[in-house]
């Protein structure tokens, strides 16, 4: 049978499926009492079927298990059915196992379910067979007062099933006040369901208690499912409203406007919310001082606000107020408290600080400065040490020149008054200040508009002459000269004058710095007498002035220093020169190059230049042009047929004012991409040159080996019984700048024959040395029919005189007379030889050239010819049999 309001607790539905299947015990308990459940044969899921008094078996059990998972068991031992179950057999059991963990205690509780007709016995003497039909609880509603009077047990009300019609029904309860905290304040009599309180109850610990009712019969079958049976406990005024400090602080400025916020005061009430238990009203009992009354407060927010404009902290700074608050809304009845405001009254600038008096006098000696002259106190009521409180001093008049300041001093608040510049007892007797003194913060909004922000005081200065002594004014003076001024003229010099004469009588002039020394000072005139030459460019910066510091004395010695600052005027004593000593033209890619010229005149002395070739050769003139490229540089270009070699080029340049200088200009027109290429090369032909030392020594090598040429032919020729001419060595100078011939000639045995880099034969004894003039190196010329060795070299080659002019020719064409070889080559040795024994300063030097002696055999030093390199089958024994002198020369010759 349906019973109205069962309900399923899923709750204890999970506890118990967890239970079962996460507990699994390895040992039986003991058996307590089997209980009987009679229960029809179909039930559905989540319904009753009856109670287990699981505390008679173990009283301390916390945990339990049913062996049955279609079954479920609460703590208060009601059964329920997990899902819907049919008794096939009319008959089922399963077991509760009890379990208490503190102890390890465990117990368990057979129940037998049956299905089978039960008699129940009537109130009256008839019995009928037991039908189920649809019944109810009665609905309760339940309520108590707290704090009851009694008498106790208080009767609450009668809780009845409707199965009590036809049933002996048993009633229990359960639930916090029966079986929990606080225990036994609530029971039912079993047989007639009346339920008591015992005690009386606060409701402020105990709003509600939600008890459940059971109906069962005599042999434990529920005959209803349990019935909540919640029992309200009704509020009463017992609680006195409570505010949540005892002591408030407040603070406020006292230039607040009406209505402004002071603070919130605020109380808590624990009956009942929404009653007129927790409604509560705020007020004020009392101000303290008494007058006026300055505050108010909401009653139901309880917010302070001002309700007067006449806070003044410097009356009244602190305030007390007695804050009341009642509940039942304000009735007389209601219950109250009461709570202290304190009220701090902030300091506003509402007081203009003021001068004592309107006008002060002092006075100062003349010349005297950063030095105090007054002290203005002034009066304020603001709050001592606040920035309403500190004063700020102006001078609004009278110190238009800046001679005076006046400052605050942090401690007392007076105004300090100082001169912070001389005065002059000459220029001002008195001066008179206007002083004005204002906070450093603003005043109010409304006292700005009753009262003068700034309050004003004169002030009158009293100037105390003094004798006073020279005074330099202005502290510098200016005076030109011309840089090319006579030594002795005079100049005007410095002045300075007598404040109290207002003139210079009596005073003396010293000059105290000069950096040149260019001038000097008579003592009495001051005047300048120029005593040294003044030049203009070797200032620094050259368009500067030039200072000279001067002292004036009067007759008791004090003194006063100015500055004669001197312009020097500028004279065109400055040729303009030429900034290039030596340029390089890399030839064809550069068509020109550029020159350019500075004067350390003054600009009306200098740019623009004019530039133009002074007396050039008739070659230089052929090839190279100039032309102005700006006002201090020009254009140096060449034509095109112009052969590769350095020039020597004079050059005019001339200033505006038509100073002009010349200037020899070196440019080396190049074989190059770069003139990087040309320097290098150049640098390393003056290295190998040694400074002519090499080509000393080329030089005296060529003349003894052609002495030696001369001597091996002559022997040769008289072997073979051949007429070789006496001259023929007198008539080939071999010229040699290198260390070892060419590979393009061989000296042949009978010093005859010259071989050629192309095997062509000539008919010319010996070899010429490579004649080159390259990158600095100088080659020495024999005149052969006007010809050089420099216009034999052809690609690369070296070419003896007659392979240049272009066939073979007889040896005697080239052939000269002794004298005339004689005459030849030794002036030009002398003068070689006497230029390489001095170095760049013509000074004799003792590492160049020495006098050649014989060494020995075997010595280190060794020598340098054509023959070094020659091959032993060249035939040279018959050198074994030369003079001493020549043996090292000879042995080296012959390649080991």
């Not at 009599?189 to 059971?214: K, M, S």
């Not at 034999?792 to 070419?799: L, S």
């Amino acid at each position: 049978m349906a019973i109205a309001g069962s309900r399923s607790p899923p709750c204890w539905a999970l506890r118990t499926q967890l239970l079962l299947t996460l507990w699994v015990f390895s040992f039986a308990g003991e058996a307590c009492k089997e209980v009987i459940l009679n229960v029809p044969s179909t039930l559905e899921a989540d319904k009753i079927i009856g109670r287990v008094n699981l505390k008679e078996c173990l009283r301390s059990a916390d945990q339990f298990r049913l062996s049955d998972p279609d079954f479920r068991v609460l703590d208060d031992g009601s059964v329920y059915t997990a899902r819907a179950v049919v008794l096939s057999d009319e008959k089922r059991s399963f077991t509760i196992w009890l379990s208490d963990t503190k102890t390890q205690t465990q117990r368990e509780i057979p129940v037998l379910l049956e299905h089978r007709k039960q008699v129940l016995k009537k109130r009256h003497s008839r019995e009928t067979v037991l039908r189920r039909a649809k019944r109810r609880w009665a609905p309760i509603p339940c309520s108590m007062q707290e704090n009851s009077l009694g008498p106790f047990p208080l009767f609450l009300q009668q809780v009845q099933s409707d199965a009590a019609q036809n049933y002996t029904v048993f009633y229990s309860i359960s639930g916090r006040g029966v079986d929990q905290e606080p225990l036994n304040l609530f029971f039912i009599e079993r047989d007639t369901g009346n339920l008591y309180c015992t005690r009386p109850v606060d409701r402020e610990e105990y709003d509600v208690f939600d008890l459940i009712a059971y109906a069962s019969t005599a042999d434990g079958y529920s005959a209803d499912l349990p019935l909540p049976l919640p029992i309200k406990v009704e509020d009463e005024n017992d609680n006195y409203p409570v505010f949540t400090e005892a002591v408030y602080n407040f603070e406020v400025p006292e230039s607040s406007r009406l209505g402004t916020v002071v603070g919130t005061v605020c109380a808590t009430d624990r009956d009942e919310p929404d009653t007129m238990h927790t409604r509560l009203r705020y007020s004020i009992l009392e101000q303290n001082p008494r007058s006026p009354g300055l505050f108010s407060v909401h009653p139901n927010t309880g917010v302070i606000t001002t309700v007067s404009h006449y806070m003044d902290r410097e009356v009244v700074d602190k305030y007390t107020l007695i804050v009341k608050v009642q509940d039942m809304d304000g009735q007389f009845f209601g219950l109250i408290s009461t709570s202290t405001c304190l009220i701090t009254v902030q300091d506003s600038n509402d007081n203009a600080p003021t001068f004592r008096q309107n006008a002060y006098e002092t006075s100062v000696e003349e010349n005297a400065y950063n030095v105090e002259i007054l002290r203005i106190p002034i009066d304020d009521k603001d709050l001592i040490n606040s920035a309403n409180w500190k004063a700020n001093f102006t001078i609004l008049k009278g110190n238009e020149n800046g001679r005076f300041k006046i400052t605050t001093d942090p401690a007392t608040n007076e105004g300090v008054l100082c001169v912070v510049k001389p005065l002059n007892y000459e220029e001002h007797r008195q001066v008179i200040l206007e002083i004005g003194v204002n906070n450093e913060v603003q005043f109010t909004r409304d006292v700005a508009s009753r009262v003068p922000t700034m309050n004003r005081a004169l002030v009158t200065v009293h100037v105390k002459d003094q004798d006073e002594g020279p005074e330099c004014n202005p502290p510098a003076q200016y005076v030109e000269i011309k840089e090319n001024s006579a030594v002795g003229s005079k100049v005007n010099g410095y002045k300075a004058y007598d404040p109290e004469t207002k003139n210079s009588n009596g005073l003396r002039y010293k000059k105290l710095h000069d950096p040149k020394e260019w001038v000097s000072i008579e003592e009495i005139s001051g005047v300048l007498t120029i005593s040294k030459a003044l030049d203009r460019e070797v200032m620094t910066p050259r368009n500067d002035l030039y200072n000279i510091t001067v002292m004036a004395i009067d007759q008791d010695g004090r003194s006063c220093t100015g500055t004669l600052a001197v312009n020097i005027e500028d004279v065109n004593d400055n040729a303009p020169q030429i900034l290039q000593d030596y340029l390089v033209v890399c030839k064809p890619k550069m068509r020109h190059t550029d020159i350019s010229a500075m004067d350390p005149d003054a600009p009306v002395n200098g740019p623009p230049f004019q530039f133009k070739l002074a007396n050039p050769s008739p070659e230089v003139n052929r090839i190279w042009t100039l032309s102005q490229v700006n006002d201090t540089a020009a254009r140096l270009s060449y034509h095109k047929n112009a052969e590769v070699q350095e020039y020597t080029i004079p050059i005019t340049v001339k200033d505006r004012a038509g100073q002009s200088t010349t200037k020899i200009l070196r440019v080396n027109l190049c074989d190059c991409t770069h003139p990087s290429q040309c320097l290098v090369r150049s640098r390393s032909a003056g290295i190998a040159l040694g400074k002519w030392a090499i080509l000393a020594i080329l030089l005296g090598i060529a003349l003894l080996f052609s002495v030696l040429l001369t001597l091996v032919c002559g022997v040769v020729t008289a072997q073979k019984g051949k007429k070789f001419p006496e001259d023929l060595a007198q008539q080939n100078l071999i010229i040699s700048n290198t260390e070892a011939p060419g590979d393009d000639r061989v000296c042949s045995a009978n010093g005859f024959t010259t071989q050629t880099a192309n095997n062509s034969s000539q008919g010319f004894c010996g070899t010429m040395g490579s004649g080159m003039r390259n990158g600095g190196q100088e080659t020495m010329e024999m005149m052969k029919g006007h010809q050089t060795l420099d216009s034999c070299r052809v690609a690369g080659h070296h070419h003896t005189l007659d392979s240049c002019r272009g066939g073979h020719m007889e040896t005697d064409n080239c052939r000269h007379t002794y004298s005339e070889w004689y005459s030849f080559t030794q002036p030009r040795l002398g003068e070689k030889l006497h230029a390489c024994n001095q170095n760049e300063e013509h000074i004799p030097s003792q590492d160049y050239v020495l006098t050649y002696n014989y060494e020995g055999r075997g010595s280190p030093a060794g020598s340098v010819g054509c023959c070094s390199e020659k091959q032993e089958e060249e035939g040279l024994d018959f050198l074994n049999n030369l003079e001493p002198k020549f043996l090292t020369l000879a042995e080296t010759c012959t390649k080991r």
